[in-house]
C-alpha cells in the first residue's frame, strides 16, 4: 500500500502503515532539497540505468519507516483527520489501532509534529536514518549533478522532562532535531554514513517534534521554540488544519469533486515551496523534487479555481518562475531545482509558454496589474527569444523534446502549437500585442501537420514542415486534446475528432495500451490518459465513456486518492510513479471547469 503523505510550507513527507516516517525532506538553498529519510542513497553511476531508476522508485513506496514502536504488534487504520475530512497531505493524518492508541502526524510552520496517545502500551523511537540530498532520479537523466556525501553527526542531549537528538550532515549542509520525551540515548554509526537510534519514550502522551535547519544549532534552537508546545499554539495549528480541511469540504459540496479531485487541490497546495518572496511548486516529494513548468502550470490552474485564498500560491509561484528560475540564453530549462537552478537545460517549446499562459490567466481572471506590470518585461524577452527560433517558411517553431522528456522524432511538434496559440489569444486579453502570430500558427499548423490516416484527415503529432509526419499521441498532450475548449476548433471539427479517434485507439500503437493512452516514456495505461478521455467525452456529451474514464481513475487511485503516473488497467497496481502531483491536478481542474475558452 502507497504510504500516506504529509506537508506544508516546504516541509513534506510520508509515513508508513503503522505511523512511522520514511522520509522528511526539506527545501536547502544549496541542492534544493534534502531529506532525512529510511533509504540509502541512489548511487550516481546508476542514473542512465532506467531499470535501476525504476527499481530504486518502486521501493521508496516500501520503505520501512523510522519513529514510533510500540513493545507489542499494532496494526493502524486511518481515520479521519482533525479537520473532519478525509485523511490527506494538507489536513494531517491520523492513525488509530483497536486499543485505540492514536497517532497523528502534521506540518505546523516550520515544524514537523507528531502527537501520541499510547493508552497504557510501551513504546520506543527506532530507526535507520540518513541525511542527504534528495535522489532526483529520473527516468531520462538530463545531466548528473553528484550528489554530496553522507556525512553523519549525531548528538544527544537530555533537557529535564525531554530529549534533543540531533543528525547533522555538514556537506550539506543540513540538520534535523528529533525532540521528544525521550529516556536516554541510544545509537549507533555505520559507514555509509546511516545512523540507527533506539531511544525509550516516557509517558502516555507523546509529542514529537522535528525540526530542520542548515546547522545543528539553527535546527536545535527551532525545535525548542516549539517545544514542549503549548495547548494555545496546538489549537492554532489545529484550527489551521481545520480551515484547509473547510476550504476542501467546500470544494466537494458541489457533490462533483470526489476524493481523487481533492487530492489534487490537497497536494498542489502543499507542493508550494516558499523560496524567498517566490514559491515553487514540486511535481512530488518523494521521488522527484524538481519542478517542470508544464505540470507546474496544472497544479497553479487548479488552485487558481479552487479558493480565492490559493491565489497568493499561483502570484509566488509567478514570481519564482520569472524571477528566480535560471534560464539559458533567455530560455527556461526541462527541469529545475527547488532553489531555481537549471537541473536539466535541455531545450521544449512547451516549457517556454506555461509561464506566459499562467501569468496572462492570473492577470485576467485576478486583476492583478501590478504583477503584471512587474513581468511584462520578461513575457516580450521571452516571445523574442521564441521568434529568433521560427522557421524561416512559416511559423513553426522548433523543440529538441516532446513533453514526456524523451527525443522528438520531428522538429514541430503538434500540441505545443496549439498551446503557442492559446497563449497569444490569452496575452491579447491581457493588453500584451503579438500581431498576426497567432493566426499565422493556425495556417501553418492546418498546413504542415495535416496528415491521413485510415482514410480521414486529422492532425500529426510532429512534422518537419516539408511533408514528412510522425503519427502518434501521448498522455503528456493535454492542448491537442482542449483544443475545443480552448476555442481553437469546434468539438464537430471532423479533423480534431479524426486525431481523437486515431489516438484512442491501437492504431496509436506505441501509446495505446489495454484500451487506455499511455506513452513511450512509460509503455502502460497513465492516468493522465484517462484525464483525457475524461476531457473528448465530456466535449462530445458521451456520459458513458465519461463514467469508465472516471472509473478508470478509481481503478488507478491509491488508499489517499492519489493517480499514479502509470499503472496496470487490470489491476490498478501502480507501474511507475507512486506519487506525481500533474494527474490530480488535471483531474482537479476538469471538474472545476478550469480550461476555459
Not at 512547451?350 to 512587474?374: K, S
Request: net charge negative.
Amino acid at each position: 500500500m502507497k504510504p500516506a503523505d504529509f506537508g506544508a510550507n516546504g516541509i513534506n513527507g510520508s509515513v508508513d502503515a503503522h505511523g512511522r516516517i520514511i522520509a522528511l525532506s526539506f527545501y536547502q538553498p544549496e541542492h534544493g532539497y534534502v531529506t532525512l529519510t529510511t533509504a540509502d542513497p541512489f548511487p550516481d553511476d546508476k542514473r542512465y540505468d532506467q531499470p535501476a531508476v525504476r527499481a530504486y522508485r518502486a521501493g521508496l513506496a516500501a520503505l520501512d519507516g523510522f519513529g514510533v514502536e510500540f513493545d507489542s504488534p499494532v496494526k493502524w487504520v486511518y481515520t479521519q483527520a482533525q479537520s473532519g475530512v478525509t485523511p490527506d497531505v494538507a489536513t494531517g493524518l491520523r492513525f488509530q489501532d483497536r486499543t485505540n492508541a492514536t497517532g497523528m502526524t502534521f506540518v505546523y510552520g516550520i515544524t514537523a509534529y507528531q502527537r501520541w496517545r499510547l493508552n497504557g502500551k510501551s513504546a520506543r523511537f527506532t530507526g535507520r536514518l540518513s541525511l542527504q540530498r534528495c535522489a532526483y532520479t529520473q527516468l531520462t537523466e538530463g545531466g548528473v549533478i553528484p550528489a554530496p556525501p553522507v556525512e553523519t553527526s549525531v548528538n544527544f542531549e537530555q533537557h529535564g522532562t525531554f530529549g534533543m537528538w540531533t543528525i547533522e550532515n555538514p556537506a550539506l549542509p543540513a540538520a534535523v532535531c528529533i525532540v521528544a520525551p525521550f529516556g536516554g540515548d541510544s545509537y549507533e554509526l555505520e559507514t555509509v554514513g546511516a545512523v540507527r537510534v533506539d531511544l525509550s519514550l516516557v509517558g502516555d502522551e507523546v509529542a514529537i517534534c522535528l525540526s530542520t535547519g542548515r546547522n545543528a544549532l539553527e535546527a536545535q534552537t527551532r525545535a525548542l521554540s516549539f517545544y514542549p508546545p503549548s495547548p494555545g499554539r496546538l489549537a492554532e495549528a489545529c484550527e489551521e488544519l481545520q480551515k484547509i480541511g473547510k476550504r476542501l469540504e467546500e470544494a466537494g459540496s458541489t457533490g462533483r469533486l470526489d476524493s481523487v479531485a481533492r487530492r489534487g487541490l490537497a497536494y498542489s497546495q502543499s507542493m508550494a515551496i516558499p523560496v524567498g518572496e517566490g514559491a515553487c511548486l514540486l511535481t512530488d516529494h518523494m521521488l522527484l523534487l524538481l519542478s517542470w513548468n508544464r505540470d507546474a502550470y496544472y497544479l497553479a490552474r487548479a488552485l487558481l479555481s479552487w479558493h480565492a485564498d490559493m491565489r497568493d500560491i499561483v502570484h509566488r509561484h509567478l514570481i519564482w518562475m520569472f524571477e528566480i528560475a535560471q534560464r539559458k540564453n533567455g530560455a527556461w530549462g526541462r527541469c529545475y531545482l527547488a532553489n531555481g537552478m537549471i537541473k536539466d537545460p535541455a531545450f521544449q517549446l512547451d516549457q517556454q509558454l506555461f509561464p506566459l499562459l499562467e501569468l496572462a490567466e492570473y492577470v485576467e481572471e485576478t486583476g492583478d496589474r501590478a504583477t503584471f506590470q512587474r513581468l511584462e518585461g520578461s513575457v516580450y524577452a521571452t516571445l523574442d527569444m521564441l521568434f529568433a527560433r521560427r522557421a524561416d517558411f512559416a511559423a513553426l517553431f522548433p523543440t529538441d523534446e516532446t513533453p514526456a522528456d524523451d527525443p522528438i522524432a520531428l522538429p514541430y511538434h503538434l500540441s505545443s502549437h496549439i498551446l503557442f496559440w492559446k497563449t497569444l489569444v490569452k496575452l491579447e486579453r491581457i493588453w500584451i500585442g503579438t500581431g498576426s502570430l497567432k493566426d499565422e500558427i493556425r495556417t501553418a499548423v492546418d498546413q504542415h501537420f495535416a496528415a491521413e490516416w485510415d482514410g480521414k484527415h486529422i492532425y500529426a503529432y510532429a512534422t518537419d514542415g516539408k511533408g514528412h509526419h510522425h503519427l502518434y499521441h501521448d498522455a503528456n498532450d493535454f492542448p491537442t486534446v482542449l483544443a475545443p475548449l480552448w476555442g481553437w476548433c469546434d468539438n464537430s471539427d471532423p479533423v480534431w475528432r479524426a486525431t481523437m479517434e486515431f489516438a484512442f485507439s491501437p492504431a496509436n500503437k506505441e501509446a495505446y495500451f489495454g484500451g487506455h493512452l499511455g506513452s513511450v516514456h512509460t509503455r502502460a495505461a497513465w492516468a493522465l490518459g484517462d484525464v483525457q478521455e475524461l476531457i473528448i467525452a465530456e466535449n462530445l456529451g458521451d456520459e458513458a465513456r465519461q463514467r469508465r474514464a472516471v472509473e478508470s481513475l478509481h481503478r488507478a487511485g491509491q488508499p489517499d486518492g492519489s493517480l499514479p503516473e502509470a499503472y496496470n488497467p487490470e489491476t490498478g497496481e501502480v507501474v511507475s510513479r507512486h506519487w506525481f502531483a500533474w494527474p490530480n491536478a488535471a483531474y482537479a481542474c476538469v471538474l472545476l471547469g478550469a480550461f476555459k475558452p
